[in-house]
């Protein structure tokens, strides 16, 4: 079992920024991948980026050049950094960590959302 605790999120205006954070209760050296969802009212959960364990990211077409995830190995932590949020990226965020288990299957864990809200 994985347990993820995001955290970080909250209230911000428009051009904002805000960093999450994501503590794994593992080595996340032992994680393929780790990425940030988010699941706004009335709409399907999405990825927004992703990181694998050699560093390799992956950003959805509406937040590049805007959010960076990166990793931090000895703390077990994977961040979201937002800068420039628009009233668009509020939802609710989740942290995810895909676990190999055998060939080319894995397990993927779910935090418990962290609320990002952008308004004036």
């Known amino acids: 079992q994985v347990q993820l605790v995001e955290s970080g999120g909250g209230l911000v205006q428009p051009g904002g920024s805000l960093r999450l954070s994501c503590a794994a209760s593992?080595?996340?050296?032992?994680?393929?991948?780790m990425g940030w969802h988010r699941q706004a009212p009335g709409k399907l959960r999405e990825l927004v980026a992703s990181?694998?364990?050699?560093?390799?990211?992956n950003y959805a077409d509406s937040v590049k050049g805007r959010f960076t995830i990166s990793r931090d190995n000895a703390k077990n932590t994977v961040y979201l950094q937002m800068n420039s949020l628009k009233y668009e990226d509020t939802a609710v965020y989740y942290c995810?960590?895909?676990?190999?288990?055998?060939?080319?299957?894995?397990?993927?864990?779910w935090g418990q959302g962290t609320q990002v809200t952008v308004s004036s």
């Open positions: 593992v080595n996340i050296c032992s994680i393929n991948t």
């Open positions: 995810n960590a895909d676990v190999p288990k055998g060939g080319n299957y894995y397990t993927r864990y």
């Open positions: 990181i694998t364990n050699i560093g390799r990211t």
